[in-house]
């Protein structure tokens, strides 16, 4: 049986003074998810439209990569206070193009 696809979606909004500097306390953490095994993608980026939002996206081979990773991610300690979130975790059992 082959295991199913998961992705972590979702935003997070921060003082939109803060935001840019939330995004970049990210950026060591990003690179070395892109290099773990299983990590087909992740990006955690400043939103083009709400100065406040930061907008997550994580994409795993398989729940396993995803738990195997969050046990070493070291995210970082000292991060921007989240005002509001609203990320979800997606398992996927069919992908296809999107057009």
Do not use: Y
């Amino acid at each position: 049986m082959s295991e199913e696809k998961v992705i972590v979606a979702g935003w997070t909004t921060v003082d939109p003074e803060r935001r840019d500097e939330a995004v970049e306390s990210f950026k060591d953490l990003v690179l070395r998810a892109r290099n773990v095994p299983g990590c087909l993608d992740m990006a955690i980026t400043a939103d083009t439209v709400d100065p406040s939002r930061i907008n997550i996206f994580e994409f795993w081979r398989s729940e396993e990569d995803l738990n195997s990773w969050r046990a070493v991610s070291d995210p970082p300690k000292k991060v921007t206070p989240i005002i509001q979130m609203g990320v979800q975790k997606h398992i996927i059992q069919e992908s296809g193009p999107p057009f």
